[in-house]
């Protein structure tokens, strides 16, 4: 039932407060909030009845919160009741103070209301939790702390609407203590917290989490300021470029890779090759003398140059057709490194800064801002980013990611399990197909390079980073278990869309 990643639109997430915002659109369009919970109740049910079993048999707990996720549990309740199912609902807090739609919905309830019992909840068939989803704004603590645990340690099959309780829907965080569910119900759209990890899994799996239409048109997306995507095709695939019969290699880009000394010398191999299988037209490496002999024997699809000094780059670069730069998979870390970046910066081509570039530059910040307005892509990693940004916190990455994409005018690639994409005008994307087993030697610079191969194509900035950063996650898929980061060179061939 999860949206059709092909679809157009199909990408948008809605943060908490954004879909208030739908909910509020769709309300003063015509459609009550008694509507749309009814809906959402009934979605609910729906998708609770395949958690069960065929012949009906086994118990349902319906856990309701104090606020409006509670009244879709109760509307849940009503509908399996009504289909026959042995459901009770089991309130977190007083029904007398529930407020709004919500006490509305839990008026028709008639059925079996208990008191919370943490042993019940242990050996029901099913519980299905509605007890916080977008209203949820701290930590949870105490007796629905002691709830949740119960819930995790039991036998249940677990579906959480709209949010596992304890979720942030805005950064995939555990706020205290989350509920962790086998299967979630969403509704319009995925929320981040549902593509973000912890929270990715929290929720099921993506291939758990449904998103249902409750009959919010979409027209509502022209009021609110959509920003946040999920990494999928139907976000990029106008930026992908598809050569004509007529095409020559140069309208495909020319990328150079900046490579170093020993011991590092196949990080800058794998990135030029991995910026050629990416599509770009031409790839030259350009790499000190005393290493020139080896990257030359070692490489055939890609040329290969000498460089000593900034003058010696400059003079590659005086080729105009090369259009994009990767600086960083083997450059070595240091002051010569600091000053090769900023030479080559000033030449304001699109620009890949990964590795030791980065490492390099943790100190000079602020250089980086004074190219504002120029096509730079860097490509931290946890460790890099806490170098480079030791004022920005990490525990919501996509804030951080946001933050860090402003303060330098770059686009920040913070790479993780779900890596993310943020640009400097505030959109963000978060990917969710990188299998565990890319994270391997290697890897990141094989990004970097799909990343230059990409921009080279010369696309708007955003997606194209966005979309190579998908290319390599499914590049991770193609190649599958056991892989090393060369198998990810012929298998970025295979993924092409
Ligand atoms: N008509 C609509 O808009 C539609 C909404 N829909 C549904 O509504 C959901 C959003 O509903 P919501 O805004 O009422 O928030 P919800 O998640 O139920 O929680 C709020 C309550 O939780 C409490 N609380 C918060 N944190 C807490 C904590 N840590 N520990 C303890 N308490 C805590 C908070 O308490 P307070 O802060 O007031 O003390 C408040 O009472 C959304 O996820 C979707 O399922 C759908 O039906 C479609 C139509
Ligand atoms: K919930």
């Given at each position: 039932m999860g949206l059709d990643p092909r679809l157009p639109e199909s990408h948008i997430l809605l943060s908490p407060h954004q879909m208030y915002a739908a909910d509020t659109w769709a309300m003063q369009n015509g459609t009550s909030g008694i509507t749309l919970m009814e809906r959402a109740g009934k979605s609910v049910a729906e998708v609770a009845t395949e958690m069960m079993p065929h012949n009906g048999d086994g118990t349902i707990i319906v856990l309701c919160g104090p606020g409006n996720n509670g009244g879709d549990g109760y509307v849940a309740a009503r509908y399996l009741a009504e289909w026959g199912y042995t459901v009770s609902v089991m309130p977190i807090s007083d029904i007398m103070a529930l407020k709004g739609d919500a006490a509305i919905m839990a008026r028709p309830w008639i059925g079996r209301t208990r008191p919370m019992d943490l042993n019940a909840l242990k050996s029901a068939d099913l519980v299905i939790d509605?007890?916080?989803?977008?209203?949820?704004?701290r930590d949870i603590e105490g007796d629905i702390a002691a709830v949740i645990e119960a819930v995790n340690e039991g036998s249940a099959v677990v579906l959480a609407v709209d949010l596992p309780s304890g979720l942030s829907g805005a950064t995939g965080q555990v706020q205290g203590t989350a509920i962790q569910a086998d299967t979630s119900v969403t509704f319009f759209s995925y929320k981040p917290g549902h593509i973000l990890t912890p929270g990715r899994y929290y929720s099921g799996g993506i291939d758990n989490i449904h998103v249902v239409d409750i009959g919010i048109s979409r027209d509502c997306l022209a009021d609110i300021q959509v920003n946040t995507y999920w990494n999928t095709a139907s976000l990029w695939q106008g930026a992908v470029f598809h050569p004509g019969p007529?095409?020559?290699?140069?309208d495909r880009g020319h990328v150079l890779v900046l490579g170093g000394r020993e011991p590092a010398l196949g990080a800058s191999r794998l990135a030029s090759l991995a910026a050629l299988r990416s599509g770009c037209g031409l790839s030259t490496l350009a790499c000190p003398s005393e290493s020139y002999s080896i990257q030359a024997t070692a490489l055939t699809d890609v040329m290969v140059r000498r460089y000593d000094s900034s003058f010696g780059l400059l003079s590659i670069m005086a080729d105009k057709r090369i259009n994009t730069i990767v600086a960083g998979p083997g450059l070595g870390v240091g002051e010569k490194t600091t000053e090769t970046i900023l030479a080559v910066l000033n030449e304001r081509r699109r620009t890949v800064l990964d590795a030791d570039a980065l490492t390099s530059l943790a100190r000079q910040m602020v250089q980086l801002s004074d190219y504002s307005g120029q096509d730079i892509v860097l490509t931290p990693h946890d460790g890099e980013f806490k170098k480079m940004f030791p004022d920005i916190s990490l525990d919501d990455r996509l804030s951080a990611a946001r933050q860090a994409a402003r303060q330098t005018d770059c686009v920040i690639v913070l790479k993780g399990v779900s890596t993310i994409v943020a640009a400097p005008d505030g959109r963000a994307s978060i990917a969710s197909n990188a299998p565990a087993w890319l994270s391997v030697a290697g890897a990141g610079d094989v990004l970097a390079g799909i990343i230059a191969g990409v921009l080279a194509q010369g696309l708007p900035l955003f997606e194209s980073v966005s979309y190579a950063v998908w290319l390599h996650g499914k590049s991770g898929e193609v190649a599958g278990r056991g892989l090393i980061a060369s198998d990810l060179l012929p298998a970025i061939a295979k993924s092409l869309p």
């Amino acid at each position: 039932m999860g949206l059709d990643p092909r679809l157009p639109e199909s990408h948008i997430l809605l943060s908490p407060h954004q879909m208030y915002a739908a909910d509020t659109w769709a309300m003063q369009n015509g459609t009550s909030g008694i509507t749309l919970m009814e809906r959402a109740g009934k979605s609910v049910a729906e998708v609770a009845t395949e958690m069960m079993p065929h012949n009906g048999d086994g118990t349902i707990i319906v856990l309701c919160g104090p606020g409006n996720n509670g009244g879709d549990g109760y509307v849940a309740a009503r509908y399996l009741a009504e289909w026959g199912y042995t459901v009770s609902v089991m309130p977190i807090s007083d029904i007398m103070a529930l407020k709004g739609d919500a006490a509305i919905m839990a008026r028709p309830w008639i059925g079996r209301t208990r008191p919370m019992d943490l042993n019940a909840l242990k050996s029901a068939d099913l519980v299905i939790d509605a007890m916080f989803g977008a209203g949820l704004d701290r930590d949870i603590e105490g007796d629905i702390a002691a709830v949740i645990e119960a819930v995790n340690e039991g036998s249940a099959v677990v579906l959480a609407v709209d949010l596992p309780s304890g979720l942030s829907g805005a950064t995939g965080q555990v706020q205290g203590t989350a509920i962790q569910a086998d299967t979630s119900v969403t509704f319009f759209s995925y929320k981040p917290g549902h593509i973000l990890t912890p929270g990715r899994y929290y929720s099921g799996g993506i291939d758990n989490i449904h998103v249902v239409d409750i009959g919010i048109s979409r027209d509502c997306l022209a009021d609110i300021q959509v920003n946040t995507y999920w990494n999928t095709a139907s976000l990029w695939q106008g930026a992908v470029f598809h050569p004509g019969p007529s095409s020559h290699k140069y309208d495909r880009g020319h990328v150079l890779v900046l490579g170093g000394r020993e011991p590092a010398l196949g990080a800058s191999r794998l990135a030029s090759l991995a910026a050629l299988r990416s599509g770009c037209g031409l790839s030259t490496l350009a790499c000190p003398s005393e290493s020139y002999s080896i990257q030359a024997t070692a490489l055939t699809d890609v040329m290969v140059r000498r460089y000593d000094s900034s003058f010696g780059l400059l003079s590659i670069m005086a080729d105009k057709r090369i259009n994009t730069i990767v600086a960083g998979p083997g450059l070595g870390v240091g002051e010569k490194t600091t000053e090769t970046i900023l030479a080559v910066l000033n030449e304001r081509r699109r620009t890949v800064l990964d590795a030791d570039a980065l490492t390099s530059l943790a100190r000079q910040m602020v250089q980086l801002s004074d190219y504002s307005g120029q096509d730079i892509v860097l490509t931290p990693h946890d460790g890099e980013f806490k170098k480079m940004f030791p004022d920005i916190s990490l525990d919501d990455r996509l804030s951080a990611a946001r933050q860090a994409a402003r303060q330098t005018d770059c686009v920040i690639v913070l790479k993780g399990v779900s890596t993310i994409v943020a640009a400097p005008d505030g959109r963000a994307s978060i990917a969710s197909n990188a299998p565990a087993w890319l994270s391997v030697a290697g890897a990141g610079d094989v990004l970097a390079g799909i990343i230059a191969g990409v921009l080279a194509q010369g696309l708007p900035l955003f997606e194209s980073v966005s979309y190579a950063v998908w290319l390599h996650g499914k590049s991770g898929e193609v190649a599958g278990r056991g892989l090393i980061a060369s198998d990810l060179l012929p298998a970025i061939a295979k993924s092409l869309p």
